[in-house]
């Protein structure tokens, strides 16, 4: 009975890796294997916890490709006003309802 907007950020290989081997500083080949990691951890506790494909498009209402993004700011002003669309009437910040 909540209000939520479901939502899937995904990349494409070669984006994602290069967003982590500039973050953590590794080889390119390094975050290519970390993100194969990453990504099969998620999937299998997607599994677990809810039965359901990681990738299945009906569990989400809103999937952003990021690789063609230069800052998250955007994807945020996404979300924002995506939520705002389906009647979210506040902005909500930290933890708390205000």
């Not at 899937?8 to 080949?29: D, I, M």
């Not at 705002?84 to 933890?95: K, L, Y």
């Amino acid at each position: 009975g909540r209000d939520v907007l479901r939502v899937r950020l995904t990349g494409s290989n070669e984006a994602c890796a290069r967003r982590v081997a500039h973050r953590e500083r590794l080889s390119l080949s390094e975050a290519k294997a970390r993100c194969k990691e990453v990504n099969q951890e998620r999937a299998k506790f997607v599994w677990n916890m809810f039965s359901s494909r990681l990738n299945d498009p009906t569990n989400f209402d809103l999937t952003i490709n990021t690789d063609h993004f230069a800052h998250y700011e955007q994807v945020v002003e996404i979300l924002i006003r995506s939520m705002e669309m389906m009647g979210f009437s506040q902005r909500r910040t930290g933890t708390t309802n205000r």
